[in-house]
């Protein structure tokens, strides 16, 4: 079975790199240091200290494990300027005409997705459906709660 890919730009590459780097050294030396800590105080089967330091440890190798095998199953895009069409790593502006509000996302691969700073996976579907389209194109959205069109006002 073919392992999965992961679109990834150089800089989400980086950024996931060091990520790992500090998970693995920094924030796992940490952890062992409170578990350490919380046994000091004695019993363990109604130490909370240390049931809760155990379930970080337990989130932080969980994480560590995940980010390791996107690492090595990296794709890495190289750097398009191209501004013609919407890609991977694309600024797109859109409007939708029934919010009447405009907005602009970030396409990034999956891992470098985030919500908060508007950067939007090409696998979700206002990014995939963005994907290869250009300005002044109407594109349609299959969402969840339903269909709805962006225009796309800019690429950059």
């Given at each position: 079975?073919?392992?999965?890919q ?23 030396q ?23 330091a ?55 691969g ?16 206002v ?30």
């Open positions: 079975m073919a392992e999965q992961f679109i990834m730009t150089q800089k989400g590459y980086d950024e996931a790199v060091e990520r790992l780097k500090y998970l693995q050294t920094v924030k796992r940490e952890i062992v240091e409170r578990i350490a800590e919380a046994r000091s105080h004695g019993d363990l089967s109604e130490n909370a200290e240390y049931d809760a155990r379930n970080e440890q337990a989130a932080n190798e969980g994480e560590i494990v995940d980010l390791d095998y996107k690492i090595k199953n990296a794709v890495i895009l190289e750097a398009n300027s191209d501004t013609s069409f919407v890609h991977i790593g694309s600024k797109v502006t859109v409007y939708d005409e029934d919010l009447d509000e405009e907005e602009t996302y970030e396409i990034t999956t891992t470098e997705a985030n919500a908060m700073e508007n950067k939007i996976s090409n696998d979700s579907p990014g995939s459906a963005l994907l290869k389209h250009k300005v002044g194109d109407v594109v349609k959205i299959n969402a969840p709660d339903g269909e709805y069109k962006l225009i796309i006002k800019n690429i950059s």
